[in-house]
């Protein structure tokens, strides 16, 4: 089946780590997406990427870093330079001059600091 | 810069109609789509509107007047599965990405 995945579903860091989350999607997607949300708020964009080796920040992309070496995959790395960074993390993807906008996202990850 | 404004909780019986309402101030924008998401679940697509007018989708409608800056999502028979977090959310122009509303968080009673 093809699909996004993230991994891992529940993450816990200690302040001053640098994590890395997984986003890999099988769609053959050329856009992806990093969006965070926070309780009962909606999606902010992180990080994009429309091709390989190409990616732009998004609204929030301080304390952030991403890489694009694949098309099928878009890790994000939460850095120590990022203040708060407990959230629900999604990944999306998206394919090149669709006729709608649609955004297929993965299923999340929680990221906690302790 | 966009804003999409929604209301943040709507509540509604089984059975009956609901509509979601999404205003917006924005330079302008490709269409506005609506996305579902479930408690800790992923946002799925419902629908989108690239031009005025109502789409129609099952039990699911959306419309959008550019003129007047606001678009609705139409809920018809309402089901407890329907119980969940609807955003809006735009394409402005020059990007390939989407900037998402605040949410509404409908919540369906027996």
């Known amino acids: 089946d093809g699909g996004i995945t993230q991994s891992p579903k529940y993450l816990f860091r200690k302040e001053g780590q640098n994590v890395t989350l997984s986003c890999e999607q099988n769609?053959?997607?050329?856009?992806m997406y990093w969006y965070r949300q926070d309780p009962g708020q909606g999606l902010r964009l992180i990080y994009y990427s429309q091709i390989v080796n190409d990616f732009q920040k998004g609204d929030i992309a301080e304390g952030y870093s991403v890489s694009r070496e694949k098309k099928e995959s878009f890790p994000l790395t939460v850095t120590s330079a990022q203040k708060n960074p407990t959230a629900f993390y999604l990944c999306?993807?998206?394919?090149?001059?669709?006729?709608?906008?649609?955004?297929?996202f993965g299923p999340g990850t929680r990221l906690t600091v302790l | 810069g966009q804003s999409l404004e929604q209301p943040s909780e709507v509540t509604a019986v089984e059975g009956a109609i609901v509509q979601i309402n999404c205003t917006y101030q924005?330079?302008?924008?490709?269409?506005l789509s609506w996305y579902q998401q479930h408690d800790g679940g992923a946002p799925t697509f419902l629908s989108y509107?690239?031009?005025?007018g109502l789409e129609e989708t099952g039990r699911f409608s959306s419309f959008l007047s550019r003129s007047d800056s606001y678009g609705y999502l139409l809920l018809q028979e309402l089901q407890m599965k329907d119980s969940a977090s609807y955003f809006c959310?735009?394409?402005?122009?020059?990007?390939?990405?989407?900037?998402f509303g605040t949410g509404t968080r409908l919540t369906v009673i027996p």
């Open positions: 959310a735009v394409r402005p122009p020059g990007a390939n990405n989407l900037f």
């Open positions: 999306a993807s998206k394919t090149q001059g669709a006729a709608t906008d649609t955004q297929y």
């Open positions: 509107n690239a031009l005025d």
């Open positions: 924005t330079s302008g924008f490709y269409g």
């Open positions: 769609l053959n997607h050329d856009a």
